[in-house]
């Protein structure tokens, strides 16, 4: 059974930084490409970033790129989510996800002062 946990979220102030993990089970975490996805109250689901297995190349929605960095540990079957430079319209609820689309328990951020 796949189970993706998503932790690390809470309360910043504009600016800030949060690193967000997602511990992987159930599955061989290292053959898969994984994302992170948020969904903001009243919004729809959104993609925000994709780091693929093996080379590990990433790609990022325009809205984070060059604020948020996603990298993965494949050693410890988790992915992370740097965040910088946090904006109030970055709270969310943050998710990982597998590639094919395989989503766990999200977790809360909200950037308010």
């Not at 946990?5 to 053959?31: D, H, K, M, N, Y």
């Not at 790609?59 to 904006?87: C, E, H, P, W």
Request: glycine letters at 10%; proline letters at 3%.
């Amino acid at each position: 059974e796949v189970q993706l946990q998503a932790s690390g979220g809470g309360l910043v102030q504009p600016g800030g930084s949060l690193r967000l993990s997602c511990a992987a089970s159930g599955f061989t975490f290292s053959l898969y490409a994984m994302k992170w996805l948020r969904q903001a109250p009243g919004k729809e689901l959104e993609w925000i970033s994709t780091i693929t297995s093996g080379s590990g190349t990433t790609y990022y929605a325009d809205s984070v790129r060059g604020r948020f960095t996603i990298s993965r540990d494949n050693a410890k079957n988790t992915l992370y989510l740097q965040m910088n430079s946090l904006k109030p319209e970055d709270s969310a609820v943050y998710y990982c996800a597998t590639a094919d689309d395989r989503r766990g328990q999200g977790t809360l951020v909200t950037v308010s002062s």
